[in-house]
């Protein structure tokens, strides 16, 4: 009979799904710290998107499509980035995964707080700093495969809907807090002054949350353990193999690429479709206009919420259902957004635009549970975490695609083409998962 021992930094004989080798409590205590590291990552990943919208407010002189790049960048080097995470838990473990990941967090925080104090600073050189902002949410792709290593698939569901959904809040708390952080002077910061009159003290959004990064690596090098399980990367390319890999993929691209693709560009749309840079703006007062950044946080709050909540619901339903409502909701509201804003031609049109768009994020967090309950559940153990990490790296292109896509076409286009692609989304959903006779039901 194998013995559980929890002495050492590495926990031998450790299996979740025997309750004599198992442990409540370092599961649930891993699950805190890897997810209060997770949310300061996310929070790096959104810092170009709470404080672009801004930025032209302190003497910076930035074009429309200047500021979109600013605000996708951190999801193409995210993209990237988790492609190497997702091999991450498997080599090195989760406690110098997420020891170190927090420290890597200091490093966007220090570079914007210093770029923002000079207006000259170069457009290549804020695109550079945006780039490097990616690492935070490049995480997601070894924090989420490590947490499944410490749970029995019974509460995957709840554990990995928890991580994500209160991870994802990172993207709504930096949204929400940058407009107070942006208006109080923190940290005895008086020395720095505004490059304009009345302009927002935007250092004060970078700064705020770096102390609680070096927290967060203490707390993991003190705390966390690592579950024996070692593989090199080749042995973890199988996944490519499987089938239900890249099925997976296309629809977590549809439930967490498209929320956190309008999540980060939500302030900059809102602004250009009916703000202050709208058509709108040459026939309606400025005060009558809506302020983007005032509803920035909005999606993601609501996204992340849903994410953690349904997670017992996925538990109990099983994912597949869940995914296919999710597809079909967001393809009706996101064809909803896009008729909002292609017969918009007042103020007021904005209400109808913006009751759309959070009925989308409600459905795409129903959706970003669901999707993350299916893949621990349809696929081999050993291969559940390398996918998590493949589906997760690839859906995190979304705030990219997305800020690239809204340069260069009408936004109610693209919304009506992200419509189809979760049309087309929920047909293979159905056919390979939902339905009764699904091959793989999960």
Same mark, same amino acid.
């Given at each position: 009979?194998?013995?559980? +021992? ?29 997810? =209060? ?12 998107? /709470? ?10 002189? #930035? ?21 190497? =995470? ?38 290549? %050189?804020?695109?550079? $700093? ?66 304009a009159p009345d302009a927002p003290m935007v250092v004060n959004a970078t700064v705020f949350f770096l ?6 690596? /203490? ?13 090199? %990367?080749?042995?973890? #390319? ?23 693709? !309008?999540? /980060? ?22 005060? +009558? ?25 996925? +538990? ?24 909002? $804003? /292609? ?46 990490? !493949? ?5 995190? $292109? ?22 189809? !692609? ?21």
């Open positions: 009979m194998t013995t559980l +021992d929890t002495s050492g930094r590495i926990l031998v004989g450790w299996n979740p799904e025997k309750p004599e080798t198992w442990s409540a409590s370092i599961a649930w205590r891993t699950l805190a710290i890897t997810t =209060y590291s997770l949310m300061l990552g996310f929070t790096v990943w959104f810092l170009p998107s /709470a404080i672009a919208p801004r930025l032209n407010e302190i003497g910076f002189d #930035l074009s429309k499509g200047q500021l979109y790049w600013l605000t996708s960048m951190p999801g193409l080097s995210c993209g990237l980035l988790r492609l190497v =995470y997702m091999f991450l838990p498997a080599t090195i473990g989760t406690r110098r995964m997420i020891g170190w990941s927090s420290l890597l967090f200091v490093l966007p925080m220090l570079g914007w707080f210093f770029a923002v104090q000079n207006h000259e600073t170069s457009f290549g %050189v804020l695109l550079a $700093l945006a780039f490097t902002c990616g690492i935070g949410a490049a995480t997601f792709s070894g924090y989420m495969p490590s947490t499944g290593f410490f749970f029995p698939k019974r509460l995957t569901g709840t554990a990995l809907g928890l991580q994500g959904g209160l991870g994802n809040m990172g993207m709504s708390i930096i949204q929400l807090a940058a407009p107070f952080l942006m208006s109080t002077s923190l940290f005895g910061l008086t020395w720095i002054e505004p490059h102390p609680w990064s070096l927290i967060a690596a /203490a707390l993991s090098f003190r705390y966390l353990k690592d579950v024996p399980l070692k593989a090199n %990367v080749r042995q973890q #390319l199988d996944i490519f193999s499987n089938p239900d890999t890249w099925l997976m993929t296309v629809l977590y691209i549809m439930t967490f690429g498209i929320f956190s693709g !309008f999540a /980060a560009q939500t302030a900059l749309i809102i602004n250009n479709n009916f703000g202050a840079s709208s058509p709108l703006a040459s026939s309606f007062a400025e005060a +009558d206009l809506p302020k983007g950044a005032s509803y920035a946080f909005l999606g993601a709050l609501i996204g992340s919420v849903l994410r953690f909540a349904w997670g017992p619901l996925c +538990d109990r339903f099983g994912g597949a259902i869940w995914t296919f409502v999710s597809a079909l909701g967001m393809a009706t509201t996101l064809g909803f957004c896009g008729w909002s $804003l /292609a017969t918009a031609n007042e103020p007021g049109d904005f209400k109808i635009f913006l009751a759309g768009l959070l009925a989308m994020f409600f459905f795409a967090g129903v959706g970003n549970a669901a999707t993350f309950k299916q893949m621990p559940m349809i696929m081999p153990k050993r291969q559940a975490g390398g996918a998590i990490g !493949f589906t997760a790296a690839v859906a995190s $292109l979304g705030p990219f695609l997305v800020g690239v896509a809204l340069s260069a076409i009408p936004a109610s286009l693209f919304f009506y083409a992200s419509a189809l !692609f979760c049309l087309l989304c929920a047909v293979i959903c159905w056919l390979r998962y939902a339905r009764p006779s699904a091959a793989r039901p999960g």
